[in-house]
């Protein structure tokens, strides 16, 4: 069965710093891979996806992900964090002939000054 | 194009009323689904159309719950006999055929069982 692991609750980084969100899939295959991005109160935007090729995928907002396959893992990074990038991050797999996207527990992002 | 529209916002009940939500995909997204969220966790699958046919259910989604979507376009999701456990985000999202298609979701039913 597919499932997403996001090992980190919330995390906290100053305005300005670098950033990594950690993300690990199961599944038997490649799968396609999603970043979404949630504020309070509000649905999911897509970050950026993964589907085949190129490992570093870019999304929108400056963020960046790549995948590993021997890690399977598909960690979401951005070189400079700014104060309105606080949310809550969800990294979601989807199989191969599937329909239907598995999303993890989610990592919320404090940003401090 | 609007995006994914979820009516109503919020919605307070008492426990054992009857609800319904409800969620207009985006025009040309022939597929919709239905996900729960509750507060710290992820989305959860409930339920996914393809056009009008209804083609899985998960467990999660007990006799009291029911979605429809008559026409292949809006979808309806009823809950019954409300229940506290109920209290949660409901998110609706639609995509379009093919492989690997991302969902594009609404801005989600937040509902309060009282």
């Known amino acids: 069965a597919q499932s997403v692991t996001q090992p980190d609750i919330h995390i906290t980084v100053s305005e300005g710093a670098s950033l990594e969100l950690r993300c690990n899939y199961s599944?038997?295959?490649?799968?396609?891979l999603f970043w979404y991005v949630q504020s309070p109160g509000q649905g999911l935007q897509l970050l950026l996806k993964?589907?085949?090729?190129?490992?570093l995928v870019q999304g929108i907002k400056g963020f960046e992900a790549e995948f590993k396959r021997s890690q399977s893992s598909f960690n979401l990074r951005k070189p400079s964090v700014h104060w309105s990038d606080a949310a809550e991050y969800f990294c979601?797999?989807?199989?191969?002939?599937?329909?239907?996207?598995?999303f993890g527990a989610g990592t919320r992002l404090f940003v401090k000054a | 194009d609007t995006g994914v529209s979820q009516d109503p916002r919020h919605k307070i009940t008492k426990r054992g009323q009857n609800v319904t939500f409800r969620c207009d995909p985006i025009?040309?997204?022939?597929?919709l689904y239905w996900y729960r969220q509750t507060l710290g966790q992820g989305p959860e699958f409930l339920t996914y159309?393809?056009?009008?046919?209804?083609?899985?259910k998960s467990r999660l989604l007990s006799d009291r719950f029911s979605a429809e979507r008559p026409k292949g376009s809006f979808s309806t999701l009823e809950i019954q006999r409300t229940e506290q456990g109920d209290s949660a985000m409901y998110l609706c999202?639609?995509?379009?055929?093919?492989?690997?298609?991302?969902?594009?979701f609404g801005q989600g039913t937040r509902l309060t069982v009282v």
């Open positions: 999202a639609s995509s379009s055929d093919g492989e690997g298609t991302e969902a594009f």
């Open positions: 599944y038997g295959a490649t799968p396609y």
């Open positions: 993964y589907f085949s090729g190129d490992t």
């Open positions: 979601a797999v989807k199989g191969t002939g599937g329909f239907k996207t598995i």
């Open positions: 025009s040309e997204h022939n597929r």
């Open positions: 159309f393809q056009n009008e046919a209804q083609l899985e």
